[in-house]
């Protein structure tokens, strides 16, 4: 059965730590994992990664994926209250086509 | 550049009725997929629709059903709600055989009482 999974399922930190989200995935005919941030409806595109040990980064955010370990990380330095929102991992997995697998998604609260 | 759009954007519902939520992708895309969110989960893929047909479909019942006009907008019904019924209904925007991103709609909440 494909499977996304996420970690931690919810974490509280102060302004200014770093913090790591993780997702595991089991799935048939990979073609990409996809991160969003989730605040109130729309989840609002982060990053893509297809290929393995390429970081991406985009200020204080960034990722990257293993595909031998079949696990991706997302890291936010310097956290800000604004960062405080859902974050969903989620795994392109439709072959030719595009349909996504999403994990439950990590709940981050950045307190000031 | 508009992006995806959806409408409703909040609406309620009694049990048994039938509900037609709507969806316009961003320009230049010509695939539309709906999802589910219910409360505290992931999206769940509905369905997806590419030149006006339904290509793929994920777990879920012939209660939901939709459509894609010619211009890739598209559709989603579904008939007889239930409670369970009651999410976020989110549209995905992409191009067909296309690795490219995929774009989410603001959603429609949708609660059947």
């Known amino acids: 059965e494909d499977k996304v999974v996420q970690s931690p399922l919810s974490l509280v930190v102060h302004e200014g730590d770093t913090v790591t989200l993780n997702c595991s995935y089991e799935?048939?005919?990979?073609?990409?994992l996809l991160w969003y941030k989730q605040e109130k409806k729309a989840p609002t595109f982060l990053f893509m990664l297809?290929?393995?040990?390429i970081e991406k980064k985009s200020g204080r955010l960034s990722s990257i994926l293993d595909k031998k370990e079949l696990f991706s990380i997302l890291n936010i330095t310097a956290t800000q209250t604004g960062d405080s929102a859902v974050y969903l991992c989620?795994?392109?997995?439709?072959?030719?086509?595009?349909?996504?697998?999403f994990g439950t998604g990590t709940l981050l609260a950045v307190q000031p | 550049d508009a992006g995806v759009t959806q409408s409703p954007t909040h609406l309620i519902k009694t049990r048994g009725q039938q509900v037609t939520l709507r969806c316009s992708p961003k320009?230049?895309?010509?695939?539309v997929s709906w999802y589910q969110q219910a409360l505290g989960q992931g999206p769940q893929f509905i369905f997806q629709?590419?030149?006006?047909?339904?290509?793929q479909r994920g777990n879920f019942p012939d209660r939901f059903s939709g459509h894609q006009f010619p211009n890739y907008s598209s559709e989603l019904n579904v008939n007889a709600l239930l409670l369970g019924d009651s999410a976020l209904y989110l549209c995905?925007?992409?191009?067909?055989?296309?690795?490219?991103?995929?774009?989410f709609g603001e959603g429609s909440w949708l609660t059947v009482v």
């Open positions: 320009s230049g895309h010509d695939t």
């Open positions: 989620a795994v392109n997995y439709g072959g030719a086509t595009n349909k996504l697998i």
């Open positions: 799935v048939t005919n990979f073609r990409s």
């Open positions: 629709y590419y030149e006006e047909e339904e290509r």
């Open positions: 297809t290929s393995s040990g």
């Open positions: 995905a925007s992409s191009r067909h055989f296309s690795g490219n991103t995929i774009y």
